[in-house]
Every structure is written in structure tokens, then in C-alpha cells.
């Protein structure tokens, strides 16, 4: 049974361009939510789809974006990445929007240069 | 403003030693609290989640508590291994919202 799955494991980019991640969620979820992880810090909240719409968001400006699909998986995107976008990017899909069966990716580290 | 702190920040140990991790919350409406492990440039492993309504969890040499009055929760590593070496992270959720703060994590070393 696969678990939560996301592409790439790594990625550079050149400071104002724009980047999307990927995300399919473990089989039987139907919840994607996403995660910023600075280094050194804990994970913070970016947003969470569920039935392909935007549910909730945290504190994130609107260069950060998302998408999910008919068949649960999501993008997310950054658009004119600044050099503290660096971080590890973590998804995680749950059953629901109550968070059921949480369960993380392994994560995409981004570095902008 | 929810907030979650982990005490201490790092930690140091022997192996064999049996070690408490801290964790304070502020939402008086807590929904549950995990904890998790982090390897370095991984992801989150769950280790253990308490709902609102229990006390304590139980894995294997781990055991968490929750204290919703104080708004304390703690992990307690029975018998220390290097391979108990990660980062822990306490996370909390709030009135079943599926959305998780997280603490800044508690980074373990255990020496042969």
C-alpha cells in the first residue's frame, strides 16, 4: 500500500521564477493539506483541498497556490520564488478534513539561489 | 493565537537513559495532539496521537501524555537507544479542523 508520495525529492531555483510540487495521497484519502519547513523550524500550515477547492489557508501570501485533481492528488505552486522560499516542502492526506489517518510525504526540498 | 513550544531544544543522552520531551499548547479547544519523529531532511513519522478525551498513549518504549488543564503534553522515551536519534516534533489540532500546528521540535542524540 502505497503512502503518501511526492515529486521531486530536490529541486534548485533561480530566485523569481516559479516552481510546482507534486503530491498524490495515500490510497483512500481524499485530503491533501501542504506544509513549509524552514530549516531548523517546525512545519508550518500553507493550505488544505479537499473536493479540488482551496478549504483552508494559513498565513501565506497569494504567490503560494494549489490545485488538486479528480483523482485526490495536488500541485502546489510558488510563484516568484524569493530566497526564503528555501525550505522542505511536506504534504500530507488524511481521510476528511478532520484529519484522519494524517499521514506525511517524504517531502521536496526546494532551494532558491 | 495558537502556539505550540517544545522544551528543550536539543537533547543529549547516554544510552539506556530514560528522558522526557516538553511540550506547552495554548488552544484551550484541542482536538488531539501527535507526536512525531524526523529524521535529518525527511519527513514526519507518527509516533503517537492522544485524542482530547484520553489521557496517555503507549508504543513499544514510548509513552505520551496529555494534560488539557495545563495544556502540557509529554513524551517519555523508556531505555534510549542510538537509533532513538531524531528530531521530535509535538503537533496539536484544533477542534477537528484536519490542520496542525507544530512545535520547533526537539532534536535527541543518544551516545553509544
Known amino acids: 500500500d502505497a503512502g503518501v508520495t511526492q515529486s521531486p525529492t530536490h529541486l534548485i531555483k533561480t530566485r523569481g521564477q516559479q516552481v510546482t510540487l507534486r503530491c498524490s495521497p495515500k490510497?483512500?484519502?481524499?485530503?491533501v493539506s501542504w506544509y513549509q519547513q524552514a530549516l531548523g523550524q517546525g512545519p508550518q500550515f500553507i493550505f488544505q483541498y479537499y473536493e479540488e477547492e482551496e478549504r483552508q489557508r494559513g498565513n501565506f501570501p497569494d504567490r503560494f497556490s494549489g490545485h488538486q485533481f479528480p483523482n485526490y492528488s495536488s500541485e502546489l505552486n510558488v510563484n516568484a520564488l524569493l530566497l526564503g522560499d528555501s525550505a522542505l516542502y511536506l504534504c500530507?492526506?488524511?481521510?476528511?478534513?478532520?484529519?484522519?489517518?494524517?499521514?506525511f510525504g517524504s517531502g521536496t526540498r526546494l532551494t532558491v539561489v | 493565537k495558537q502556539e505550540v513550544t517544545q522544551i528543550p531544544a536539543a537533547l543529549s543522552v547516554p544510552e539506556g537513559e530514560n528522558l522526557v520531551l516538553n511540550c506547552s499548547f495554548t488552544?484551550?479547544?484541542?482536538?488531539?495532539l501527535q507526536w512525531f519523529r524526523q529524521d535529518p531532511g525527511k519527513g514526519l513519522t507518527s509516533l503517537l496521537l492522544?485524542?482530547?478525551?484520553?489521557r496517555e498513549q503507549t508504543s513499544g518504549r514510548l509513552n505520551a501524555s496529555l494534560d488539557k488543564s495545563s495544556g502540557r503534553s509529554t513524551l517519555y522515551i523508556a531505555a534510549s537507544q542510538p537509533g532513538d536519534s531524531a528530531t521530535y516534533l509535538c503537533a496539536e489540532m484544533s477542534s477537528n479542523t484536519g490542520k496542525l500546528i507544530f512545535g520547533q521540535g526537539t532534536t535527541l542524540q543518544v551516545k553509544p
Open positions: 492522544i485524542q482530547s478525551s484520553q
Open positions: 490510497s483512500g484519502h481524499d485530503t
Open positions: 488552544d484551550s479547544a484541542i482536538y488531539n
Open positions: 500530507a492526506s488524511s481521510l476528511g478534513t478532520g484529519g484522519a489517518g494524517y499521514t
